[in-house]
């Protein structure tokens, strides 16, 4: 898990797709958490749990 969010925390600011097992999202990472991320779509935020992130 630390190496997905070392990894993530290097992408802050970037445009990126998150897929999870419900559905894909992109949009800006705004911010990397230790147990979720936050995504800006559009206007608006998503909170993405790490343990859902498939790629």
Known sequence: MLQL???LKALEGSNVEILTE????????VEVKPTYIVLRSNSDLFYIPLVSILS
Do not use: F, N, P
């Open 5 to 7: 969010i070392l990894a």
């Open 22 to 29: 419900y559905s894909s999202v992109s949009g800006i990472l």
